[in-house]
């Protein structure tokens, strides 16, 4: 397993926040309404996951329904179960099974959930394709209550499941109570944030003037402050907020989705029949180095640069002939070598799509 930093406990505001907020729901739903989502690499997509011969796909990422709905205007025949853990993404979901009646089964929960909800919709073995289009949707990022967006001033939230899960930790909790280390971890983790420590110091000392930071604003100048300016360019050389990265940390430490995404490709393996494709799409590289992981057979565990050829080594020091066929026997079969991205054209009308990789493998066992 990857590992899990949940060190902190639900906070009294925490619990505050899940008592307001069924007060505001009514108000939300119609903002909700009005996003929506573009589909990355739609045509590409629909393609590799050969929909035209599929009798059953899992959507496991609905978010505002863009691949579904295409999944389901490519084939008549074609059945569609639409899971996402944002209760948001399940009302939509909802509203396309109306539009397709008979051929759309929303399912709210996230990854490590589906154990229990699923087994009333489909048995394991049965499903022909299961796509993955990770991170978080544009409905989520829109909306400036929901706290993911730097640019939208609101409420430093970052919960996918918004308040289904009483308790869980928004990024407003984890930056109040967070040790020192531990928030550096984040930051350094799952940003690759190299002024991790020093922001980390930032938090701690602006609770003694604060005491808490509540705004995305607040956590994204006190980011720019830390680093000493507010735009730095990415690793493609193009111009981003130097919070940035730790946004990005924070949200995949609030969700836990790394975890969720090893689990969810587990569950993939179990639900798909032989032959059945999984198509990834992923938008930064701790998302596609677990892909790669499971679609190559390399545990999680092992250390992050090694290969399939240096794992081999390795096995043929430890194990016997017998114990190295079961060891090399592949779970997965990679469709294609390169990694699909999007066209200069895509980048250009939906500049959300500039970061995206497609890989997709077949269930080989
Ligand atoms: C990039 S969006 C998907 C957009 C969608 N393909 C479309 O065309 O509208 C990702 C969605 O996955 C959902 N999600 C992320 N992690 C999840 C998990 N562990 N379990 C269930 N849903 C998850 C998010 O809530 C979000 O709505």
Same mark, same amino acid.
């Given at each position: 397993?990857?590992?899990?930093?949940?060190?902190? $406990?639900?906070?009294?505001?925490?619990?505050?926040?899940?008592?307001?907020?069924?007060?505001?729901?009514?108000?939300?739903?119609?903002?909700?309404?009005?996003?929506?989502?573009?589909?990355?690499?739609?045509?590409?997509?629909?393609?590799?996951?050969?929909?035209?011969?599929?009798?059953?796909?899992?959507?496991?990422?609905?978010?505002?329904?863009?691949?579904?709905?295409?999944?389901?205007?490519?084939?008549?025949?074609?059945?569609?179960? @639409?899971?996402?853990?944002?209760?948001?993404?399940?009302?939509?979901?909802?509203?396309?099974?109306?539009?397709?009646?008979?051929?759309?089964?929303?399912?709210?929960?996230?990854?490590?959930?589906?154990?229990?909800?699923?087994?009333?919709?489909?048995?394991?073995?049965?499903?022909?394709?299961?796509?993955?289009?990770?991170?978080?949707?544009?409905?989520?990022?829109?909306?400036?209550?929901?706290?993911?967006?730097?640019?939208?001033?609101?409420?430093?939230?970052?919960?996918?499941?918004?308040?289904?899960?009483?308790?869980?930790?928004? @990024? @407003?909790?984890?930056?109040?109570?967070?040790?020192?280390?531990?928030?550096?971890?984040?930051?350094?983790?799952?940003?690759?944030?190299?002024?991790?420590?020093?922001?980390?110091?930032?938090?701690?000392?602006?609770?003694?003037?604060?005491?808490?930071?509540?705004?995305?604003?607040?956590?994204?100048?006190?980011?720019?402050?830390?680093?000493?300016?507010?735009? $730095?360019?990415?690793?493609?050389? $193009?111009?981003?907020?130097?919070?940035?990265?730790?946004?990005?940390?924070?949200?995949?430490?609030?969700?836990?989705?790394?975890?969720?995404?090893?689990?969810?490709?587990?569950?993939?393996?179990?639900?798909?029949?032989?032959?059945?494709?999984?198509?990834?799409?992923?938008?930064?590289?701790?998302?596609?180095?677990?892909?790669?992981?499971?679609?190559?057979?390399?545990?999680?565990?092992?250390?992050?640069?090694?290969?399939?050829?240096?794992?081999?080594?390795?096995?043929?020091?430890?194990?016997? +002939?017998?114990?190295?066929?079961?060891?090399?026997?592949? +779970?997965?079969?990679?469709?294609?070598?390169?990694?699909?991205?999007?066209?200069?054209?895509?980048?250009?009308?939906?500049? $959300?799509?500039?970061?995206? +990789?497609?890989?997709?493998?077949?269930?080989?066992?």
């Amino acid at each position: 397993m990857i590992p899990l930093l949940n060190f902190l $406990r639900p906070s009294r505001s925490m619990r505050m926040i899940n008592l307001l907020l069924p007060l505001v729901k009514s108000s939300q739903q119609t903002l909700y309404a009005k996003l929506s989502h573009v589909p990355v690499l739609a045509e590409e997509t629909i393609e590799i996951m050969n929909v035209r011969s599929a009798s059953i796909v899992m959507d496991m990422t609905f978010g505002g329904g863009g691949h579904s709905r295409k999944i389901l205007e490519t084939s008549n025949s074609v059945k569609v179960i @639409a899971v996402d853990r944002d209760p948001v993404a399940y009302l939509k979901a909802k509203e396309l099974a109306k539009e397709f009646p008979g051929r759309v089964q929303p399912i709210l929960g996230k990854y490590s959930e589906l154990r229990d909800l699923l087994h009333k919709e489909v048995q394991p073995g049965n499903v022909d394709c299961i796509l993955f289009d990770c991170g978080s949707s544009s409905m989520q990022y829109d909306d400036p209550d929901r706290g993911f967006s730097i640019s939208k001033d609101g409420p430093l939230d970052m919960r996918m499941d918004g308040d289904r899960i009483p308790g869980q930790l928004t @990024a @407003a909790d984890v930056l109040a109570n967070g040790e020192e280390s531990d928030l550096a971890k984040i930051f350094k983790i799952y940003g690759e944030e190299k002024y991790a420590k020093k922001i980390a110091r930032n938090i701690i000392e602006s609770r003694y003037l604060l005491q808490r930071l509540r705004t995305t604003k607040e956590f994204a100048s006190l980011v720019a402050n830390s680093i000493g300016y507010d735009t $730095r360019s990415d690793k493609l050389d $193009r111009p981003t907020h130097s919070a940035t990265k730790c946004f990005q940390a924070l949200r995949i430490f609030v969700n836990n989705e790394l975890n969720e995404l090893d689990f969810g490709l587990h569950l993939a393996y179990k639900y798909l029949r032989r032959g059945g494709r999984v198509v990834a799409l992923t938008f930064h590289s701790l998302e596609d180095r677990i892909v790669k992981r499971h679609f190559l057979g390399i545990d999680m565990d092992e250390p992050i640069n090694q290969g399939i050829g240096q794992k081999m080594k390795n096995a043929q020091k430890v194990y016997s +002939k017998d114990e190295l066929e079961s060891y090399y026997e592949k +779970k997965w079969s990679v469709l294609f070598k390169e990694i699909i991205t999007p066209s200069d054209e895509e980048v250009r009308i939906n500049p $959300r799509s500039r970061s995206v +990789k497609l890989r997709c493998a077949l269930k080989i066992e």
